[in-house]
């Protein structure tokens, strides 16, 4: 057996220990890594699919959640963005906690931002409103939703002609700067 194959079987056996806390979402995280920039997808798939049976099973929804945005992350394209859509329709529950809530935000947040980088405005917009809606239900407080969502959503609006659209949102951005009492948030507005 040579050193390649030996390292294979090795990170696929430690994938499938059943290991706790922290560390092994280090392990789950470092392997998948590893196969997936050696080009074997498929067993990176593989152990992907386990760390999220592990969140699961642990109700870990934040780390889910961010999970399928590291495993996007590694190779971020038009064929790949379906990971993040896949985050929120394979979750168990809805988020709970405010962080659970980020979670979320940040993925819905770069659909639309990656939707962009693709050329698909249109798609772009629609990622980004669930976001600002999503953002606005559940009032999540400690999340820059005006760099992330509304700038980037105002352009987009721009690109396509909705100036009515882009011109609305500047007013919300606005009133959200007042309300938050941010002056630098409005100065940069």
């Not at 067993?43 to 495993?71: C, G, I, R």
């Not at 962009?116 to 980004?128: M, W």
């Not at 690109?159 to 409005?186: C, E, F, M, P, V």
Request: aromatic share 12%; hydrophobic share 40%.
């Amino acid at each position: 057996m040579n050193c390649k194959t030996f390292l294979f079987i090795f990170l696929i056996f430690i994938g499938c220990l059943p290991i706790r806390g922290q560390d092994s979402l280090a392990t789950f995280s470092k392997n998948i890594d590893i196969l997936f920039k050696r080009g074997e997808i498929e067993a990176s798939k593989k152990v992907f699919q386990k760390k999220l049976t592990f969140l699961k099973q642990h109700d870990n929804l934040e780390e889910f959640l961010y999970a399928h945005w590291d495993y996007f992350m590694l190779e971020p394209n038009q064929n790949r963005i379906g990971i993040l859509s896949k985050a929120a329709e394979n979750s168990w529950r809805t988020p709970k906690s405010e962080a659970e809530q980020i979670a979320h935000l940040h993925l819905l947040i770069n659909i639309g931002y990656h939707k962009k980088l693709f050329g698909k405005i249109h798609e772009s917009i629609i990622a980004y409103e669930q976001a600002f809606n999503y953002y606005e239900k559940n009032a999540i407080t400690s999340y820059n939703i005006l760099e992330y969502c509304l700038k980037p959503l105002a352009n987009n609006c721009t690109r396509i002609g909705d100036y009515q659209r882009a011109d609305d949102l500047l007013k919300k951005t606005l009133q959200i700067s007042i309300h938050t009492s941010n002056i630098n948030k409005l100065v940069a507005h």
